[in-house]
């Protein structure tokens, strides 16, 4: 049983940065591995990255490729979600997930989602 609190999101220009954060309660965070998707008004909620248990595979989805980094600290329950570059395109909820059959870029794969946090980029 895993409970997830996304945080940092924010309104941004284009070509500024943003650092989210979820927050995973338990003790059994390590054994998960852990995404982030994200849900544009009237549109399906889409892959953006992924990461392993031991962090030692990552994904990404090729619009994100350079601008943003995934990583995640189990000694603190967090994975991170370093936005660099932003772009009005990137305007959308952004939810964290976590899953044990390991990092997908499928949604119906994951077990538990947070609530999601709001990131808005102007142009």
């Known amino acids: 049983q895993v409970q997830l609190v996304e945080s940092g999101g924010g309104l941004v220009q284009a070509g500024g940065s943003l650092r989210l954060s979820c927050a995973a309660s338990?003790?059994?965070?390590?054994?998960?591995?852990m995404g982030w998707f994200r849900q544009a008004p009237g549109k399906e909620r889409e892959f953006v990255a992924a990461i392993s248990w031991s962090g030692g595979r990552i994904y990404y989805v090729e619009s994100v490729k350079g601008r943003f980094t995934i990583s995640r600290d189990n000694a603190k329950n967090t994975v991170y979600l370093q936005m660099n570059s932003l772009k009005p395109e990137d305007t959308a909820v952004y939810y964290c997930a976590a899953t044990l059959r390991g990092p997908s870029p499928r949604r119906e794969e994951y077990d538990y989602w947070g609530q999601g946090t709001q990131v808005t980029v102007s142009s």
């Open positions: 338990g003790r059994t965070f390590s054994s998960y591995s």
